[in-house]
Structure formats: structure tokens, C-alpha cells
């Protein structure tokens, strides 16, 4: 095996040659490039040459997330109560486009806001642009005012993501989405630089903050990437980011070229999966309409470009309805139908449904596991013709609220067996506590496997809220089937003849033996095994596995 020199020898010597380059790299750019006055461009538009708007976004997206959502306190965020989940719960349709699920989604998120909205802020600058105006001419005029309307912008443009999306929204990215439609319209060639800064931004962060990665190969739960993209609120962005832009371009009469803007879209669409229009087909399984979804971004980058052409020919003389204006038509109709599509699920109640009398109470909230049920919030609203669309069966660790409209498997039953325990946090604003979920299982060696679920509340003793069918061994001993099978607590170990239980004893702990029917069962570590007449036979092997629940 490979042997390297220190890993924080390494880590020091990689980060300080990545800080000295980019220091270099900021040189070249203030004092070798040309011009004097690198910096003179953006004080043109912006008060001393800072995005203060996206400044202060930033700011309060980290004090959301570290603060408010308990990230800083229990080392992972709460997520479920924080969803925009119906318009009965007004709390998470106000936080739910500002929150996040966990450092990944935040980061991902900054990033992007950090490569788009500067220059969505330029684009609308600090100070008047219009000929003949000037700062402090007027209310709107007023720098500062132009500052706090960019930031109530963004506010307003999150809201509608809230409430004009279908599905339990959290996150900020049909925000980010709509800086970047703005630019697209706007500055479309800053746009797709853009894409590439925000991939150079993002590897220098995490290049910082870890320096050296070491990586062995591991079992894991993953689903696929594109299972995780909010498209529609992703769609909902960019559409009220293009509108919005449209207006600022015909009020300020600058008309981007018509191929630029069709090939910014066009990239964005591509580079941000808006191409990854999915289904659920259950609990951890989808299907994907690729072919379907790049043809909607085609569609979308033509539309985008005519609402913008410079020439506006009529297309239907009769109401005297130009080509542009049809294109910019089509474009809010997007918008107001993603808007009318929302309704029912954000009006709908959600019932916890019966499964949630085994689980654990904390307030308001219910978590339990469950095993091949219906997913109660995609099934709420009945669609006439396509209702079986909607009777998903799914897996895993839930969440849910009454008072809420909250049912949301937080962690899927795969993933539950691979890590073998989780922290599930709940809570509010001012609150939080932490409920864990741990999963023990015996494999009968080359049969199935047996396995049980208890949940831990924040106080008092841990409850057992499911156990699965028992496992049966292969092996015949004695006459006999070996089968372990889950008790109240732990696990137990029953000798059938004949088809009928001959005898019970809990599985031995460590180091210990219990005979049952004739056969003495030992365990030794993990592994427990029968042994009768001289025999020996392995029968299964325990298992207990705590990951680490944050990757």
C-alpha cells in the first residue's frame, strides 16, 4: 500500500499554494492589466463598487440556515418544519424559498447566487441609468432605495416560488433561478460566463476548505441526481426572472442580439438540468422524460429570444397581435399555470394516516417508520383520469404534522439500512429537538434478513415502531428450522417442527448460550450459531451499523 507524508502537512502545503495563487491571480488582475482603473466600471453602477444587495441576501440566507433553522446548534438543519407546505401554515410558505436542507443544498445555492446575482445587481445598478436622470432626483432614483428595492425583489420573487409552486418547497434556488433568467435577458453573454465562474467558485471553496480528500470505495444509498432538482420551482424562477427582465429592457430600449440571448438560455437550461422533468414511479424509484424536458428548453430559449427581437412583426393582424408580445404571452401563461397547478396542493389537507399511531410524538410532530404505504402528500389531491399516478407506495422514516399539513419520508429505508442510525431533527422557530432512529438487523446466513426499528425521543425511553417478518434459515438441524424473529425487546430465537413453534428463548447475548428444543445456540461476537449432537452450523450474523450522517 501507498504510503503519503503527513495528511496535515499535505492539507497545509496544498492550502497555501491554492491562497498564493489566488493571490497572484488578483494581482495580474488590479495591477497588470491596462487599465488604471480596473474597478471605475462597477462604481458606475454600484455604490462603491460592492453589490450590497446580494450582500445582504447572503447574509440573511446564513442567519436563516445557521440560526433560525438550529444548523449551528444541532450540527444539521430542521428541515420538515420549514417546507412551504400548505397556505394553512403560513410559517413555512414565508420560510420554506429562504431555508435549506443541509450544508450541500446551502452551498450550492450561494454559490449560485454569488456568480448571478452581482451581476443581476448591476444590470439594475445602484443609480439611475435613464438620460437626464441623476441620483437622489427622485425616490427611485435615490441609491440606497435602488439597493432595499433589489432586496424586496428577491423577498417577493421567493414568495412566489412559495406559493405558486405544487410540492413542499425549501430552498433557494427558483430564487437563483431567477437572477439568472434576469441575466440571460439582460447581459447574456455575462450569463453564460457566468456558468463557468460558478463552477470556478464552487471548486475553490471546497478546494479551501478541504485541501486533500482521501476516498475509499463504500456501500451507500444514493438516488439520482436529477430525483433531487425542484424543477418546477427551478422553472418558476427563471420565468419571473425573464418577465421581470423584459420589462427593464424595454423601458431602458436596450435590446440584446436575438442569437445571444437564444444560446444563454439555451446553455443555462442545459448546464442547470431545467431538462429533468421526473416522476415518482415509487418510494425510490423514478422515471425521467429526457427527451420531453430537453425539447421544453429548446422551446423555452425560443420563445425567450422572440419576446426580445429587436423587429416586432405582426403575427395575427386581426388584434393586431405582434410576434413579441405572443412570445411574452406564452411566457406568463407558463407562469400562471405553475401558478393555477399549485393551488390544490398547497390548499389540500394531509392526513398522518394510521401508521403514525406507532411512532413518536414531539408537539405537533409524529415520527415513525413505515414499510410499502402510500405517500400521503403526493397522494392528497386526486386528479381526475391519472389518479393512479399519484397512489405512490413508499419507504422509511416519517415525519408528519397535523397542524402542518406535514408527511414527508426524510429518510428512505435504504438509506436507513445502510447507515443503521440517524439524528432526525424537528422543530420551529425558537425550538428544535432531535429524535434518533436506529435499525438492528440479523442475516441468516445465505436466507434473509430480520430487522427492527426503534426511535429514541428527545426524553424518555426508546420505542420500538417496527419489526419485520421473521427469517427463516436454510439449514435443518435436529429436524428442525432455525428462524430469528423480532421481540419485545430484541430479538428471539424459535425452533419450528413440522411447521409449529416447538420452542422460544431470546437470542443469547455476547459470549453467552440458550438451548432450545435440544439444539444449544452460542454466540461468539456477531454471529450466532446452532450446535447439537457434535454439529455446528452458522446460523446468522448480527448487524449494527452507524455511519456518519453527515457525507
Avoid: C
Avoid at 488604471?36 to 446580494?54: D, E, F, N, S
Avoid at 427593464?248 to 431538462?275: I, T
Avoid at 410576434?323 to 392526513?351: D, F, H, I, T
Avoid at 410499502?372 to 389518479?387: L, M, S, W
Amino acid at each position: 500500500m501507498a504510503t503519503l507524508p503527513d495528511d496535515g502537512l499535505l492539507e497545509a502545503v496544498s492550502l497555501w499554494a491554492l491562497v498564493l495563487a489566488l493571490l497572484f491571480s488578483a494581482y495580474v488582475l488590479l495591477r497588470v492589466r491596462t487599465e488604471r482603473r480596473p474597478l471605475a466600471r462597477l462604481r458606475k453602477r454600484l455604490i462603491l463598487g460592492v453589490p450590497w444587495g446580494t450582500a445582504i441576501v447572503v447574509a440573511a440566507l446564513l442567519v436563516i440556515y445557521y440560526v433560525i433553522q438550529g444548523t449551528a446548534e444541532l450540527g444539521q438543519p430542521v428541515v420538515v418544519g420549514f417546507r412551504s407546505w400548505s397556505y394553512s401554515y403560513p410559517l413555512g410558505m414565508v420560510f420554506g424559498p429562504f431555508s435549506h436542507s443541509s450544508d450541500s443544498h446551502i452551498i450550492g445555492n450561494l454559490v449560485s447566487t454569488v456568480a448571478f446575482a452581482p451581476i443581476a445587481e448591476y444590470a439594475w445598478s445602484h443609480y439611475p441609468t435613464e438620460r437626464g436622470s441623476h441620483s437622489f432626483g427622485s425616490w427611485l432614483e435615490n441609491p440606497f432605495v435602488r439597493v432595499a428595492v433589489f432586496v424586496a425583489a428577491v423577498f417577493v420573487v421567493g414568495l412566489a416560488t412559495s406559493f405558486m409552486i405544487p410540492g413542499a418547497l425549501i430552498g433557494f434556488s427558483g430564487v437563483v433561478f431567477a437572477f439568472g433568467g434576469f441575466v440571460l435577458v439582460t447581459r447574456p453573454v455575462a450569463g453564460i460566463v457566468a456558468l463557468v465562474v460558478e463552477r470556478v467558485v464552487r471548486l475553490t471553496y471546497f478546494s479551501l476548505d478541504n485541501p486533500v480528500l482521501t476516498a475509499r470505495g463504500r456501500t451507500q444509498f444514493v438516488t439520482p441526481y436529477w430525483a433531487d432538482v425542484a424543477v418546477q420551482g427551478h422553472a418558476l424562477g427563471l420565468l419571473l426572472g425573464v418577465l421581470v427582465g423584459l420589462l427593464v429592457v424595454r423601458r431602458r430600449g436596450e435590446w440584446p442580439g436575438v442569437g445571444r440571448v437564444w444560446l444563454a438560455v439555451l446553455v443555462f437550461g442545459v448546464a442547470k438540468s431545467l431538462w429533468a422533468v421526473y416522476w415518482y414511479l415509487g418510494g425510490t424509484e423514478y422515471v425521467l422524460f429526457r427527451g420531453a424536458g430537453l425539447a421544453l428548453v429548446f422551446v423555452l430559449a425560443g420563445l425567450v429570444a422572440v419576446s426580445l427581437a429587436a423587429g416586432d412583426g405582426t403575427l395575427v393582424s386581426r388584434i393586431d397581435l405582434s410576434r413579441r408580445e405572443a412570445a411574452a404571452g406564452l411566457l406568463l401563461a407558463g407562469v400562471l399555470a405553475l401558478g393555477v397547478v399549485a393551488v390544490p396542493y398547497n390548499a389540500v389537507a394531509v392526513s398522518p394516516g394510521p401508521e403514525a399511531d406507532t411512532g413518536v410524538e414531539v408537539r405537533d410532530y409524529t415520527v415513525t417508520y413505515v414499510e410499502d404505504v402510500p405517500d400521503r402528500y403526493i397522494g392528497a389531491v386526486e386528479v381526475p383520469f391519472i389518479r393512479d399516478a399519484f397512489a405512490i407506495n413508499t419507504s422509511g422514516v416519517v415525519v408528519a404534522s397535523d397542524r402542518r399539513d406535514a408527511w414527508e419520508v426524510v429518510v428512505p429505508a435504504q438509506r436507513l439500512k445502510v447507515r443503521g442510525r440517524v439524528r432526525v431533527p424537528v422543530g420551529g422557530v425558537g425550538w428544535r429537538e432531535t429524535v434518533v432512529v436506529n435499525r438492528t438487523t440479523w442475516s441468516v446466513i445465505d436466507g434473509p434478513e430480520t430487522y427492527t426499528v426503534y426511535i429514541q425521543p428527545p426524553d424518555g425511553p426508546r420505542k420500538q415502531v417496527y419489526t419485520a417478518e421473521p427469517a427463516v434459515s436454510p439449514v435443518v438441524l435436529n429436524d428442525s428450522r432455525i428462524a430469528i424473529r423480532p421481540a419485545a425487546p430484541g430479538y428471539e430465537v424459535a425452533v419450528r417442527r413440522n411447521d409449529t413453534v416447538v420452542g422460544t428463548a431470546p437470542v443469547p447475548r455476547e459470549g453467552r448460550n440458550v438451548t432450545v428444543a435440544d439444539i444449544r445456540f452460542n454466540r461468539t461476537g456477531d454471529r450466532l450459531r446452532a450446535i447439537h449432537d457434535g454439529t455446528r452450523v452458522p446460523i446468522a450474523k448480527f448487524e449494527l451499523k452507524v455511519q456518519r450522517e453527515r457525507e
